[in-house]
């Protein structure tokens, strides 16, 4: 919301030394966000005055046509004499009234006015348009002022080119203040001095002689105001202020009736929509759309409509989406005047329309349609139902001002009872929120200043104003009389820690796991958890595959991408693909964080009070209406692992590399992995590692399938890692301890075993291990051979055995009588034979 500092002193007596700068820090302070404060004409220096064209000659020997002009400017240039000026513009005549800067003026930018030689002639001075005057972006030609103007009136204060702008964001919660009024009276609040309203306006009741309106659906509509003016002047243009005060707030001036109504809704916050009486056959209506009905909107789109878009209406069918935009068939016409007559036609007869609508209706129409408007930002808001009589109103009195309309006395006032919201609140609850003393009677006058009604002593009865639905328990009263006593008021107080407090285990493991990847040379990244069908599809996962069901979101930020990510990998190779595409070709990266697995049953979430701690039950039945979070981490890998250089050439990441990271994670849970072979998308089939813990799969590693890696544009060989830390970390309650150590020397005892190809390794591992016994320290797998030597359907595996035990120097029998136990044992198992023998 761009909010003029002009006009906002219109509506609150500022004190005069207050520049825009002091009015933002106030609005700050009392929870607006301010961006920037805009020095309009800051650079802009005089003189710049009102002149009248008193003749024109075409120069025609240039390329482009070109004018050389005599203006009056009055006394502005110290001898009263007409100024010469050269104009390229057409789209003034003689006698017309315009705006001149004359030699020794800066126009912003800042560009310096000078007397020239140009075109053969002197230019002293120049005829300037609204852009090189800083008013807008139109350049299509100079600015025609009305004849009543003076020549030689200062055109600075008459146009008001000296102002200072500030944007205002607004917040979803505050959408009052997408209008002068709501910042009035937050800038009055902060400043303590009253406000005048420009909604308390002398309006008179409804009557049955008003345009007749009917509301089919009170859900959708539950506020309709109609009000007609007759007899407007087609010809009448916007007056200089109007047109101003819309442009420094964004709004291009368009006609008088369309200026009228943007600049109420600025002013007051209520949208207005103006009809051609002409052009609507019969009654107004309100209602939804049925199948197969179709509206051109008045930005010339024919548009399909669905049964949820909330329609105004006629006798020939839809002439409007309420709240969002008006139909092309009853648009107010544009005036035309008749060159040889004079006459300027154009509709004469105008209906207002000030409506209240569903916020949640408008908000799905204008995204169902791509086609946000003013109108609709301030509907799905929010806006006061009580301001819609006076905003109709205050568009009817500018109407018989400026255009010269007469007001009908036909008054339309539809209206849905709305039962009066109270709300409880103890005297001294802001003074226990914020931990200070505000006391009850700041408390009371705080929410009076906010347009609350407030009666009580100890327990206070506050009934809210209608532009703040926001408003709808007491801690919300609270906040408004924190925010206005000021943030910065509040004291600073570190929090009384009880003992015995801290990180819980599974946090603890959490933080072990991002730690010991970042130690291993991995960088983390935080993705958005948000995905869509085209994800799966680019990772080859089947129509039924578990990871494509799905939790879906009712407001998406991107359409493309409405549901929770049920796997980290998207999220992580979408990064890695773009750091590929910025040059880093090296990568190893990781994510941590949950995954969200849609429950069979869909449950309704409960509403949690705000002012007590919920109880358990409240809780429970929250978790049992959320889809299960698990935790997870992953890893993706490309280019090289080990760098180049001087030293030699250097090692690319490979599946090895995500089946060592997994390794490294489960060391930090304190639990050994067993890695075996598997198929599992978007792995490929030769390359994917299955990870195991106790028989438990817990996740899976290995090299991308060569179609996941094309359809991403990631480099080949690219590998990743997706584990399951709860799974994980569930059999490590306890805390991670590091192994005993021994000071006894070590034996190696190495073995090689022939086995059938289709027994895994980590088989043939566990029984070693179970083999050995407790003197086996460690075990690797070092070496695995096919070919001749080891047979057909054969596999060589060799693994080195470390023995050790803690209380003295192994013999040389005890080492081979482990060794040979580890090997009877995988001969039992898996039906391995000691190669050689």
Known sequence: MRVPLSWLREYVDLPAGETGRDVAARLVRA?????????????????????????????TEFKKPIRYCMVNVGDANGTGEPQEIVCGARNFAVGDKVVVVLPGAVLPGPFPIAARQTYGRTSAGMICSARELGMGDDHDGIIVLPPEYEPGTDAIELL???????????????????????????????YGLPLADPALLDVPPANSYGYLVKVADPAGCDRFVARTVTGVDPSAKSPIWLQRRLQKSGIRPISLTVDITNYVMLEVGQPLHAYDRDRVDGPIQVRRATEGETLTTLDGTKRKLSTEDLLICDNSGPIGLAGVMGGASTEILDPVTDPETGITTGSTEIVIEAAHFDPVAIARTAKRHKLPSEASKRFERGVDPEAARAAAQRAVDLLVLIAGGTAEAGVTDIAAPHPVRTIAIDADLPDRVAGTEYGRETVTRRLQ??????????VLEVTPPSWRPDLTDPYDLAEEVIRLEGYDNVPSRLPSVPPGKGLTEAQRFQRRAGVVLAGAGYVEINAYPFLGDAAFDALGLEADDAR?????????????????????LPGLLGALRRNIGRGNTDLALFEQGTVFLPKAELKVAPRLPVDRRPTDGQLAELDAALPDQPRRIAVALAGERLPSGWWGKGAGASWADAVEAARTVARAAGVELTVRQAQYAPWHPGRCAELSVDGRVVGHAGELHPRVIKALHLPERTSAMELDLDLLGAENADRVSGPPVSAYPVATQDVALIVDTAVPAAEVETALREGAGELLEAIRLFDVFTGEQAGEGKKSLAYSLRFRAADRTLTADEATAAREAAVAAAAARTGAVLRGA
């Open 31 to 59: 929870g607006l966000e301010v961006e920037t404060v805009e020095q309009l004409g800051g650079d802009l220096k005089g003189p710049l005055v009102v002149g009248q064209v008193l003749s024109i000659e075409e120069l």
């Open 160 to 190: 008001q080119l000296v102002d200072e702008v500030l944007d205002i964001a607004v917040t979803p919660d505050r959408g009052y203040c997408l209008s002068m009024r709501g910042v009035a009276r937050e800038a009055a609040a902060a």
């Open 449 to 458: 200043e906010i347009g609350a009604t407030v009666v009580g002593t100890d």
């Open 548 to 568: 494509r069901r799905t939790v879906k979101l009712v407001n998406p930020l991107n359409d493309e991408e409405p549901a929770l990510r049920t796997t980290l």
